[in-house]
């Protein structure tokens, strides 16, 4: 079987949700079918970078440059369709990828987000995959109370458009993923049960617990600081969660690692808050902490970093919308909290009982090995594709 997939990242470095996803069912759909992409990128790619897909077949990168990006955002003030779209599509680009079709001619084509589905509109293709991966429309919504006046305006217009987007694509493929039950309730479309579930995975042989057992400590938030629920999160553990610790505990310090912190997160640097900013690797801290603390108020999707987290063996404190997406069973694989008070309670209670951190930790790594592995979705992925191939089996046969 051969697959294209079409991205609206290079999928290296796997710094946001959308590049973690892409490169592992590239990865595993590799061991098995012939796998080309077609992806966009704001910057040069260089080689080194595209040396850590050696698993694609073909590889074809088209560099949107930011002048004609520019041009697009204030025409699209006249249409009806998101920004995100006007940002994404560029006509170069769409006739470069119909030339890629062309001479690749793939037996499906796997667009990834909302934001590319307009490449895949008018191809005569009859199996095309659209993976929502989550509800945007939903993520915008959130966030609008929580802007200022300005952002409120634009975060309201997005949403709109994206609300109406969302459900009209729909209509474009034949087959249409996304990440959570939970997110596939929140897309406008009145078919939307037909939407099927493939979660995210988490690489369970390298996050993994310390081999040699090492007393660990600190709390610790992993993620992307510019994305703007996690400026949110870590602004509500530093102001409202840790003043409320315990006296015995006044001193436990916060590690916030993760690449591009916005001004915000730099604020919050203290006495006992530690923003590193980009780090190599994520698995030293999640080994070193004691606490993951995650509380997410806002967002959509899956949370990558809690998957990580979990696999690692590390205790975990986050909301329930956080945990409606992976349905993990509080106190016994991780714990649930959703107000500052309930937080600071369960951060002293576990800091008090090494013993139950370790064991929720096992608990939690168990639960991820059952349930979210890579390998265990993408196979989910390759029967999917294979569902629509079996439909389609005409195609490619003229």
């Not at 209670?349 to 064991?359: F, K, R």
């Not at 629509?388 to 490619?396: D, E, F, K």
Request: some cysteine; charged content about 20%.
């Amino acid at each position: 079987m051969k697959v294209l997939f079409l991205l609206p990242r290079f999928p290296y470095p796997l710094y946001k949700g959308d590049q973690l996803r892409a490169f592992h069912q590239i990865r595993e759909l590799s061991l098995y079918h012939e796998v080309s992409v077609f992806a966009l990128t704001d910057r040069e790619i260089g080689q080194e970078e595209k040396e850590k897909v050696p698993f694609v077949k073909k590889l074809n990168v088209f560099v949107l440059k930011k002048r004609r990006i520019g041009l697009r955002l204030l025409k699209q003030i006249f249409s009806e369709e998101p920004f995100q779209v006007a940002y994404f599509y560029d006509p170069q680009a769409q006739k470069a990828l119909n030339e890629f079709i062309l001479a690749e001619k793939p037996d499906i084509i796997f667009c990834q987000l909302v934001r590319m589905a307009k490449y895949c509109k008018d191809l005569p293709h009859p199996a095309k995959i659209l993976d929502y991966q989550d509800a945007f429309s939903a993520g915008l919504q959130r966030r609008i109370q929580s802007s200022n006046f300005f952002y409120r305006f634009l975060l309201r217009a997005e949403y709109n458009r994206m609300l109406k987007y969302e459900e009209a694509v729909f209509e474009w493929f034949s087959l249409k993923l996304i990440i959570s039950h939970q997110d596939r309730e929140l897309i406008p479309h009145p078919k939307r049960a037909e939407i099927r579930i493939l979660p995210n995975g988490v690489d369970v042989n390298y996050f993994s617990p310390e081999p040699v057992s090492t007393p660990r400590s600190g709390l610790l938030f992993t993620g992307n600081m510019a994305y703007p629920p996690n400026i949110q999160c870590v602004q509500y553990l530093v102001k409202s969660v840790l003043p409320l610790l315990p006296e015995k505990y006044a001193d436990c310090v916060l590690t916030i690692a993760g690449a591009n912190p916005s001004p915000k997160v730099v604020a919050l640097k203290g006495r006992n808050v530690v923003v590193t900013g980009k780090v190599p690797d994520l698995l030293p801290y999640y080994r070193r902490a004691q606490i993951f603390t995650a509380p997410m108020l806002t967002g959509i999707g899956m949370q990558n970093k809690l998957l990580e987290a979990m696999a690692s063996g590390l205790v975990c404190i986050t909301s329930s919308l956080a945990n409606n997406a992976i349905q993990a069973v509080h106190g016994e694989h991780l714990f649930v909290c959703d107000t500052p008070e309930s937080v600071a309670e369960t951060i002293g209670l576990l800091l008090n009982s090494p013993e139950m951190c370790e064991e929720t930790g096992k608990n939690a790594r168990a639960f991820i090995i059952g349930n979210y592995t890579w390998q265990a979705q993408n196979i989910k992925l390759i029967q999917f594709s294979a569902e629509i191939l079996q439909v389609n089996s005409s195609y490619n046969q003229t």
